[in-house]
């Protein structure tokens, strides 16, 4: 159980361009997820914490109109990386929590590997 | 601020021996702890976790020991195999108030043969 999946695993787009970043819970209910990105060698950052049918709330220094998120459902958020640049390349990893864990862990999925040409 | 410490980069550990594994926090609202493995380009690996009312939790080969007065915690794994060669990561979380996880900077073990 608790297995989350992302789509793409690796996008390769060109500068100026948008890309669209899907994390689906596969076998629970997610009220809530989490985005986190990931530079070579570092710790994983908060990005934003998505929550369905509200609006996600952003951490410090995010800029919320270049990140959009979307949490549709209860098993889907979507994170797009809207006029991408070059230092936006990194590794964008998504976790959710099950709705029926007390203990709220989260749980990741295999993460995305963005390269803005 | 980091209020999650991994002091320790890289870990070297003999097959069939002990890995313990170090972390300290500072915020004392933090009532969760929680350590994930992860391979490179891959997502963390949920391992295990303790809550604040707990000193130990114990999961097969894994046991996480939680010290509050010092505000340290330790992953114990015993024996240690090839496979758990990667980078693990200890994160904290304070339940009550914003709920989010805040990672250590990871340590990363390598088990020799």
């Known amino acids: 159980g608790a297995v989350v999946s992302q789509h793409p695993s690796r996008v390769i787009c060109k500068s100026g361009t948008s890309v669209k970043i899907e994390c689906r819970s596969l076998?629970?209910?997610?009220?809530?997820m989490f985005w986190y990105r990931q530079f070579p060698k570092q710790s994983l950052m908060l990005m934003a914490t998505?929550?369905?049918?509200?609006?996600?709330?952003?951490e410090q220094g995010v800029e919320k109109d270049k990140f959009l998120i979307n949490h549709a459902s209860l098993t889907l958020s979507t994170l797009t990386v809207t006029s991408a640049h070059p230092e936006d390349s990194s590794f964008y990893i998504c976790?959710?929590?099950?709705?029926?864990?007390?203990?709220?862990?989260?749980?990741f999925g295999p993460g995305t590997r963005l390269l803005v040409l | 601020d980091q209020q999650v410490k991994q002091n320790s980069p890289s870990l070297s550990v003999q097959e069939g021996r002990i890995s313990i594994l170090n972390c300290d926090y500072t915020n004392s609202m933090f009532d969760y702890f929680l350590w994930y493995k992860k391979y490179p380009a891959e997502g963390p690996t949920f391992l295990i976790s303790i809550s604040s009312i707990k000193d130990k939790n114990e999961d097969g080969r894994f046991t996480v020991f939680l010290n509050k007065s010092a505000k340290h915690l330790s992953l114990h794994i015993v024996p240690s195999q090839p496979g758990d060669s990667a980078v693990y990561f200890c994160?904290?979380?304070?339940?009550?108030?914003?709920?989010?996880?805040?990672f250590g900077q990871g340590t990363r073990l390598t088990i020799n043969p």
């Open positions: 976790s959710a929590r099950d709705d029926r864990d007390y203990q709220e862990t989260q749980y």
């Open positions: 998505s929550n369905e049918g509200s609006k996600a709330t952003y």
């Open positions: 076998d629970f209910q997610a009220t809530t």
């Open positions: 994160a904290a979380s304070d339940r009550r108030g914003a709920q989010k996880l805040v």
